[in-house]
């Protein structure tokens, strides 16, 4: 199946709704831009939201990639600007945890980065929020989690996430979920997006790195069968989406008493 078809399937099994307002999660790389070409296309309420990360040059080139595609698209961008916000760019938030405990990047990073875009796209009283996420990162999430020992890490994951309804939670959709990157890839330069195809220069993540070269020795329809095997071995966890709770510190919404995103600040005594 072609990848417009595919991401058209995604849409119509999440039942999603063209009167919805969408906000399009933009990093400036492939993935978040197909998306938001795609739900153009489509025909769906989108607005693009960015967080400039302020990681040097990266950073400056990703904002460029996501004001052209926004100005081609005919939407509207929303910037937050990290330093303006917190007083600080990803990477000194990050080093001041790394001095106290040592994570990885990208722990550090996503996990700020989700707070902020849940916390911002809800004062934009969006309805949802779409990732650019794909085949390859859902397969690769699933087998870090079991290798992990901790399966059910990913009951939340599918192309909607699976939350308890909560005002303060935006829930998450997924169009690329069932399309593997390299078609991602191919469909953005046909299309000649403007994109930032530089790598994040603080990517530095061993253990996923090795999965992710496990993962391209695989074939798509491999992929593609952990994702379904993920959601029968989820089925069979029967994990009950707990309820959410509000951070004590942030009033944001949690899974324990304090956020992670507080927790991190705490450990950097931020
Ligand atoms: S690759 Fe890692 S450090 Fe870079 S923007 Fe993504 S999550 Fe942050
Ligand atoms: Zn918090």
Redesign the pocket.
């Known amino acids: 199946m072609k990848l417009e078809s595919k991401v058209k399937q995604t849409l119509k099994k999440i039942k999603l709704s063209k009167k919805e307002k969408i906000i399009v999660a933009l990093s400036g790389g492939k993935d978040s831009s197909v998306v938001a070409y795609l739900m153009k296309k489509f025909g769906y309420n989108i607005d693009g939201f960015h967080i400039d990360?302020k990681?040097g040059k990266y950073s400056d080139d990703c904002l460029k990639a996501v004001k052209e595609l926004c100005n081609s698209l005919g939407i509207k961008l929303h910037i937050y600007d990290m330093k303006k916000e917190t007083g600080a760019g990803?990477c000194y938030l990050r080093s001041a945890v790394q001095s106290k405990k040592n994570l990885k990047?990208?722990a550090i990073?996503?996990v700020v980065?989700k707070w902020i875009l849940n916390k911002e796209v809800r004062k934009l009283k969006a309805d949802k929020i779409a990732t650019g996420h794909h085949l390859d990162d859902e397969a690769q999430t699933f087998l870090l989690n079991i290798l992990k020992g901790s399966p059910e890490l990913s009951a939340n994951s599918g192309a909607v996430s699976k939350n308890s309804p909560d005002k303060k939670f935006i829930p998450r959709i997924k169009p690329l979920f069932h399309v593997p990157e390299k078609e991602i890839k191919k469909y953005s330069i046909e299309k000649k997006l403007p994109v930032n195809y530089a790598k994040?220069p603080?990517?530095i993540d061993s253990y996923r790195i090795q999965v992710r070269k496990f993962m391209n020795t695989l074939s798509d329809k491999e992929k593609e069968n952990i994702i379904k095997n993920s959601e029968k071995i989820l089925k069979k966890l029967n994990k009950k989406v707990s309820d959410v709770n509000y951070c004590e510190i942030c009033g944001e919404p949690s899974r324990k008493k304090i956020c992670k995103k507080c927790e991190l600040m705490g450990i950097a005594n931020y």
Do not use: D, E, F, P
């Open positions: 990360l990681i990803m990047n990208c990073c996503g980065k994040c603080c990517a």
